[in-house]
């Protein structure tokens, strides 16, 4: 069984950055895809960045530059960087995972599909991250 655990996160002033890792443990092969998901109050969760199948990664609009995903596979981590952070990145940050093996072998986590939650078997618990103005 897979599990994701968040760190990293926490205050910060407007213009500052934030290194958010996700650890993964129970993982038996390299045939995943993560993502890193965001949601603030009221609004819905929506999509920062992927690695996806075949190690593509992908960004949403909003991180317009400022934001790098990567991954430690020898660790089972990824890691999201976060630079110039605005008050309007204030949100709840979660990864999430699909296992791409098995039953699973032949999802595509690509362009059209990386941002849709339904997407993803496995969530971590979320690590709060508060930009100050």
């Known amino acids: 069984e897979v599990h994701l655990v968040e760190s990293g996160g926490g205050l910060v002033r407007a213009g500052g950055s934030l290194r958010l890792s996700c650890a993964a443990s129970g993982l038996t092969s390299d045939d995943y895809a993560i993502g890193w998901f965001r949601q603030a109050p009221g609004k819905e969760r929506e999509g920062v960045a992927c690695?996806?199948?075949?190690?593509?990664?992908y960004y949403g609009d909003v991180v317009n530059g400022r934001f790098t995903i990567s991954s430690d596979t020898a660790k089972n981590t990824v890691y999201l960087q976060m630079n110039g952070l605005k008050s309007e990145d204030t949100a709840v940050y979660y990864c999430?995972?699909?296992?791409?093996?098995?039953?699973?072998?032949?999802?595509?986590?690509?362009?059209?599909?990386?941002?849709?939650?339904?997407?993803?078997?496995?969530w971590g618990q979320g690590t709060q991250v508060t930009v100050s103005s």
């Open positions: 999430a995972a699909v296992v791409l093996d098995g039953a699973s072998a032949h999802r595509i986590i690509g362009p059209f599909t990386w941002k849709r939650t339904v997407e993803y078997d496995v």
């Open positions: 690695i996806g199948t075949d190690r593509a990664i």
